[in-house]
């Protein structure tokens, strides 16, 4: 199926965000197994629906211009966020979410090198990803490491000051 990139536009708003909680369903559960619970709560006293939604939101309203979608056949199949840091001579890509009907068939690697595509035209001279270290995130950086990213280690921690 070929793929389209086009630039964001609201009529993509419910389409966009609709895909990403199908995209991230299976990612956090395993998230919770991973993280201490303290910490999980903390992010999402709501439930992880909630803030992912107003997050996501967020983005695609604060900055609709930094934003691409997919179209496979015309339908909203993944998106992106590319933010530029011209201080740090890099690009991020900041949010990337594909539907799970496409996943595994190329609309990540498009909406990636997208992304790169901008960074390249910013003058910039790389691109950075962060995602999880947990279980849930696995295809995730197993996509991101097939498309030449390579992996900085970072140690997060979190201390429960309630318990003291």
């Known amino acids: 199926m070929p793929v389209t990139i086009a630039p964001y536009a ?46 996501l939101a967020a983005v695609l309203d604060d900055e609709p211009g930094n934003v691409d979608v997919a179209l496979v056949d015309g339908v909203v199949a993944g998106w992106i966020c590319t933010r530029l840091h011209p201080g740090d001579d890099m690009g991020e890509v900041y949010v990337l979410a594909v539907d799970p009907a496409h996943q595994r068939h190329g609309v990540g690697a498009a909406l990636t090198a997208r992304a790169c595509d901008r960074v390249r035209a910013a003058g910039l001279r790389m691109v950075m990803v962060e995602t999880g270290g947990d279980p849930g995130h696995a295809p995730a950086r197993a996509a991101y490491e097939s498309l030449g990213f390579v992996p900085w280690p970072v140690a997060r921690y979190f201390r429960d000051l309630r318990e003291q």
């Open 10 to 55: 609201a009529e993509h708003r419910q389409a966009v965000l609709d895909l990403s909680l199908r995209a991230w369903e299976p990612v956090f559960p395993q998230v919770l197994d991973a993280v201490p619970r303290f910490v999980y709560d903390a992010f999402y006293p709501d439930g992880w629906r909630a803030r992912q939604l107003a997050d």
